[in-house]
């Protein structure tokens, strides 16, 4: 035996010899038709679709952001929200809102209005100004929660310790003290 297989690969060769298939000409070939273009060539068909209408940009009335939108999805934006146009992010806003408020939705287009008019002004200006200002309004708020549930006689407000560490600390560093 040959070494790395040499008296296989030759012995296979031999064996198995094909002939390359004949080479079509080109006097056969024709130009082919899908059977459904030359349906649609042969009869005129009456379709009736709609236009396709073009789009528009669109700019958000509370935030100002753009969509590409066709008129006919704005008329039903404006339609549902005051014929004012909102997209998609603000329109869920003014639901949540409405769902806080009752279900007023005049009230709740106003203030987020409001809401992102004071944003557009402010927050894109003075980022974080704007982020303090979040953190007092949500420590405002947690003030007037502890107010109402804290006891009748407690008028301090702010947030209360529960227990001091100075005391430990103080009791350490006098020990230490001592055994010196």
């Known amino acids: 035996m040959a070494p790395h297989g040499e008296s296989i690969a030759s ?5 198995n010899a094909f002939s390359k298939p004949p080479r079509p000409s ?4 024709h130009r082919t038709k899908s059977d459904i273009s030359f349906e649609l060539s042969k009869e005129a068909i009456d379709i ?11 700019k958000c009335e509370c935030c100002g952001m753009s969509e590409e939108c066709t008129p006919e999805y704005i008329d039903r934006v404006r339609n549902k929200f005051l014929g004012k146009w909102i997209c998609g992010l603000c329109a869920e806003a003014v639901k949540e809102e409405m769902e806080k408020n009752g279900g007023h939705k005049e ?10 008019a ?10 974080v100004l704007s982020q303090a200002e979040a953190m007092r309004a949500i420590l405002k708020k947690s ?3 502890a107010k109402s549930i804290s ?16 005391a430990a600390i103080t009791r350490d560093v006098n020990y230490l003290n001592l055994k010196k």
């Open 107 to 116: 009230e709740a287009l106003n203030a987020h209005m409001s809401a992102c």
């Open 143 to 145: 003030a007037i929660r």
């Open 151 to 166: 006891p009748k006689g407690a008028q301090k407000s702010g947030i209360a310790r529960s227990s001091s560490c100075i």
């Open 118 to 127: 004071r944003f557009n002004k402010f927050g894109r200006a003075y980022p």
């Open 11 to 15: 012995a296979y060769a031999k064996k």
């Open 26 to 29: 080109n006097d056969n070939l």
């Open 48 to 58: 009736n679709l709609r236009p396709i209408s073009e789009v528009e940009d669109a």
